[in-house]
């Protein structure tokens, strides 16, 4: 499985991103997918991710803000993110846990850059 992150980029508080994930390769290992960020100096945390049931799961910093999303059929993952914040400043990582026929094991995209400026 490969994912290829994309949407970053520079934006003051108050305004809107949308983060893109496309997967590729063996869709059918993926059980679950997710987006973390990590600021420097600061450890990779969850922003939002479905569970196996199809649900989601939203970090406390992002509720009422962002919004994850994603199409089945084009195999490609959404962050919605507004009324972003200057800590929302981090890089963003797409990722994907894989079913355990397939070593459930994580798979990370490269991240994309996203900094709001006060």
């Known amino acids: 499985v490969q994912l290829q992150a994309s949407g970053g980029g520079l934006v003051q508080a108050g305004g809107s991103l949308r983060l893109s994930c496309a997967a590729s390769g063996s869709i059918r290992s993926i059980a679950t997918m997710g987006w973390f960020r990590q600021a420097p100096g600061n450890q990779r945390e969850l922003v939002a991710a479905f569970t196996n049931t199809g649900s989601t799961n939203y970090g406390d910093s992002v509720k009422g803000r962002f919004t994850i999303s994603r199409d089945n059929a084009d195999n490609t993952m959404w962050l919605q993110m507004n009324s972003l914040k200057p800590e929302d400043t981090a890089a963003y990582y797409c990722?994907?846990?894989?079913?355990?026929?397939?070593?459930?094991?994580?798979?990370w995209g490269q991240g994309t850059q996203v900094t709001v400026s006060s």
């Open positions: 990722n994907a846990l894989l079913r355990p026929g397939w070593g459930a094991r994580p798979v």
